[in-house]
């Protein structure tokens, strides 16, 4: 049985979360930008082959963003996939003028996302949601990936 390790992965290519990027659109009036207002953050299992195939796992970390929040989720699944990611979740979305969180641990399995004002916040947020959900975090949880604006 394969055993999952927790590790940040990163991608070129991804697009950085938290950072809102303005794009004028052409026929709009002068001065209209519209932006990417959203940003979510997500997880994808990996196989680590440097132990042959069928054996250890890693949990990768991705961002992006969005003019919406399911364009952000959408979006940030397909970077993960693009990656090779396999069990790609969107884990947190956000809109708001928040910091997000993806969470993982080695022990149970579980990844869960979190919002609030700063990472720690957001950390708690997503180990309270995992354990609001039945699905306690293990005591060895990290942040896998993390945005904030």
């Avoid at 970390?61 to 959408?74: E, W």
Wanted: negative net charge; charged residues 15%.
């Amino acid at each position: 049985m394969a055993k999952r390790l927790v590790t940040a992965i990163v991608t070129a290519g991804v697009i950085a979360g938290g950072v809102s990027v303005g794009i004028a659109y052409a026929g709009g009036p002068s001065g209209t930008v519209a932006e990417d207002i959203s940003v979510a953050v997500g997880t994808g299992t990996f196989e680590d082959l440097t132990d042959g195939v069928g054996g250890l796992m890693e949990e990768g970390g991705f961002t992006a963003t969005g003019p919406t929040n399911d364009a952000a989720s959408a979006a940030v699944i397909a970077a993960c996939q693009a990656a090779g990611g396999v069990e790609c979740t969107a884990d947190e979305v956000t809109n708001d003028n928040l910091c997000i969180v993806s969470v993982a641990s080695d022990l149970t399995g579980v990844v869960a996302g979190g919002a609030g004002p700063t990472t720690e916040a957001a950390t708690q947020d997503a180990l309270s949601k995992a354990a609001a959900a039945g699905t306690p975090e293990g005591n060895d949880a990290v942040v896998v990936v993390s945005a904030c604006p």
